[in-house]
């Protein structure tokens, strides 16, 4: 869909407003227009302007607003509103090159000391993941994300490994080079994955724990995201 189409996507969304929440609608339509390109990088976001439109008052979209910023989709930049953030792919790739040799390193050595109490922590992080996925809160999904990787690099017991990630975490999210708010897969199957990943830290492998936190971290785990299939050039 064109991006100028936005306008009228926004007028014949009026009546499904009053079947849901309004806030929870006006943040899927924002969310949906931002994935699909109706809603470019470093486009403004008006909030008036889509309450206007859609026939409702400002509250509910200033609410949808805040939540894609903090699911890292828009930034407010204050005198001036919020914006679709823009961000470099080469970027995003450059923060994983660096990002998966901390996590290899981390999940080898936590792999050999790990203890049951750990490992009862991280299975309770991954329950926090299905029922995020399940409820299709992706901000509280990114979080807890972050908060099992983060876990487990404390875990490896090396307090430079750990202050490596919190320099490089904050960025991870920005650049959304971790648990990207943007993937079209099954989020349940990536809660799951983290779950596989917490078992081979209980297999007490740790090179197998090293070679599949290194793929998880690369961008290469086994769940798809619809937008690979889409990057590949069609047959002629």
Not at 7 to 29: C, V
Not at 66 to 80: D, S, T, Y
Request: overall charge negative; hydrophobic content about 40%; glycine content about 6%.
């Amino acid at each position: 869909m064109a991006k100028g189409d936005f306008a009228s996507t926004l007028a014949s969304s009026k009546d499904q407003f009053r079947a849901t929440l309004i806030s929870e609608r006006a943040y899927e339509l924002l969310r949906q227009a931002i994935v699909d390109g109706e809603l470019g990088p470093n486009e403004r976001v008006v909030e008036s302007e889509i309450a206007r439109q859609l026939g409702v008052s400002q509250a509910p979209v200033r609410e949808a607003v805040k939540q894609l910023a903090r699911e890292g989709l828009l930034v407010h930049i204050p005198r001036r509103g919020n914006f679709v953030v823009e961000i470099s792919q080469q970027d995003v790739e450059y923060a994983r090159q660096v990002r998966e040799p901390l996590e290899r390193l981390a999940a080898e050595l936590a792999a050999g000391r790990i203890g049951e109490q750990d490992l009862s922590e991280l299975d309770e992080l991954v329950d926090q993941l299905h029922k995020a996925a399940k409820s299709g809160d992706v901000s509280m999904f990114r979080d807890v994300d972050i908060a099992f990787h983060t876990r487990v690099i404390q875990l490896a017991g090396n307090p430079f490994l750990t202050r490596m990630w919190e320099v490089l975490e904050p960025n991870l999210r920005a650049l959304r080079a971790i648990s990207d708010p943007l993937f079209e897969g099954d989020w349940d199957a990536m809660a799951n994955e983290h779950g596989r990943l917490v078992q081979l830290l209980r297999d007490t492998d740790p090179a197998e724990a090293a070679t599949a936190f290194a793929n998880h971290a690369g961008g290469r785990g086994p769940v798809p995201d619809a937008r690979a299939a889409k990057k590949k050039p069609k047959k002629k």
